[in-house]
């Protein structure tokens, strides 16, 4: 009854979706406030005031045929305007409303990119960890994903790896910094080298190849780490942005994507991000929402939400005895699994109610990712049962 291809996603199913159901399953036996569920990037502080004002602004005040019509498959030109303006004034970067598509979340905007550039047998570089849906994007194009292992100490991409990683199908490199689920930012070095390589490989290749920064963290960066902005880097590069985690909006599914007009094609880029828009059914992003994004421009979430709560953790959990990865940016610790197989470790963690998603769901088998976005006062609870498991696997204690 059902097609080939949903058959084999419904196999492969999300195992993060999968992991937040036994959370679930889980409160419904303990009760919801012993469960430590760290499987899901849902925020848990809430949109910024003014997200609410705006809307409730823009209800009362706009001519309601205007505010719930249909427009542009690109979106309201103003909102798009506001984009533009924003990423000028902060990036330097040149945009105008015509290099900004308003989109269904970034999820939707990887997948009208994949729609406009990818044919079937197409391969989009990715680098592990990754997060596990872009298999399921490109698939959805009869495309694939190539994994690049990472530098296992820094979890920056290695870059012997990923020159190797390219064929004829290359038609895409996709790269997440911050990362989930690592947390680390790629370096101004990563950067420079990546976008090297790319230069080289579309000249041996002799055509476009497009680097797309998935980019739903660029503002979740602690420490006084800066806010990059990948253009700036790579010519071809198409970004792509997601007001799920900046704004706590992941509900709302609102995002865009920017295609700067040096990228080669630019035009024709735009026109067939559109189309895409359209033809696979999105037709445009939400309405009010465009809307509201664009009267918060300036808004921020609160960052130091997740920042004590990134200290509490890590710190926490390097004291019990545990191998993690300094989160630079995001929402997510990245924790060495003690065991090779990392099913094992997350099956221990679930008899002390901690519910972490398994490595290999991110390409990158032996580690654990732990998303931080949950109430402080659970992280702080949640030591004891990590105390409990690092006792079971011998951990020695700092
Ligand atoms: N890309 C990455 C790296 C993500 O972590 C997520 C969501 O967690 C998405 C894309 C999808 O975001 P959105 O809710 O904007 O579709």
Redesign the pocket.
């Known amino acids: 009854m059902l097609s080939r291809k949903i058959k084999a996603a419904l196999e492969g199913s999300s195992a993060i979706r999968a992991m937040f159901v036994e959370g679930k399953e889980l409160a419904a036996k303990v009760g919801a406030e012993n469960v430590f569920d760290f499987s899901l990037?849902n925020p848990a502080t809430p949109a910024p005031e003014k997200v609410n004002q705006v809307i409730k602004d823009l209800l009362d005040g706009t001519d309601p045929l205007t505010l719930h019509g249909y427009m542009s498959n690109s979106g309201y030109e103003d909102v798009r305007e506001a984009i533009a303006d924003n990423l000028n004034g902060r990036f330097g970067t040149n945009f105008t409303w015509k290099n900004i598509v308003m989109t269904?979340?970034?999820?939707?905007?990887?997948n009208i990119v994949f729609k406009a550039v990818l044919d079937p047998g197409d391969e989009v570089i990715v680098f592990a960890p990754?997060?596990g849906?872009?298999r399921s994007y490109a698939a959805n194009f009869d495309a694939s994903v190539v994994a690049v292992k990472p530098d296992y100490e820094t979890f920056q991409p290695d870059m012997e790896a990923f020159e190797a990683a390219f064929t004829e199908k290359t038609k895409a490199v996709l790269i997440?910094t911050p990362?989930?689920p690592t947390g680390v930012i790629y370096s101004d070095e990563t950067m420079r080298k990546l976008a090297g390589i790319l230069e080289k490989k579309e000249k041996e290749y002799k055509k476009e190849i497009y680097l797309i920064s998935?980019e739903?963290?660029r503002e979740l960066v602690y420490d006084g780490a800066e806010e990059n902005f990948i253009t700036k880097y790579y010519k071809d590069t198409i970004v792509?942005y997601?007001?799920?985690?900046s704004l706590s909006l992941?509900g709302e599914?609102?995002?865009y994507i920017a295609v700067p007009d040096e990228a080669s094609g630019s035009q024709e880029l735009l026109a067939g991000i559109e189309v895409a828009n359209r033809t696979l059914g999105f037709v445009n992003a939400p309405s009010l929402m465009q809307k509201a994004v664009a009267g918060c421009i300036g808004e921020k979430t609160n960052l130091e939400f997740y920042d004590k709560n990134r200290k509490d953790l890590y710190e926490g959990l390097k004291k019990l005895g545990f191998t993690c990865i300094k989160p630079q940016g995001?929402f997510y610790l990245w924790v060495k699994s003690p065991v090779e197989d990392e099913a094992e470790f997350v099956a221990a963690a679930k008899k002390y109610n901690l519910i972490l998603v398994k490595g290999s769901a991110f390409g990158c088998g032996g580690y654990v990712r732990l998303a931080y976005c949950i109430p402080n006062e659970k992280i702080l609870r949640s030591l004891n049962a990590f105390a409990k498991l690092a006792e079971e696997y011998g951990l020695t204690q700092g």
């Open positions: 990037g269904v979340g970034a999820a939707g905007g990887l990754f997060f849906e872009y997440n990362n989930n998935d739903p963290y792509g997601s007001f799920s985690k992941p599914r609102i995002g995001a």
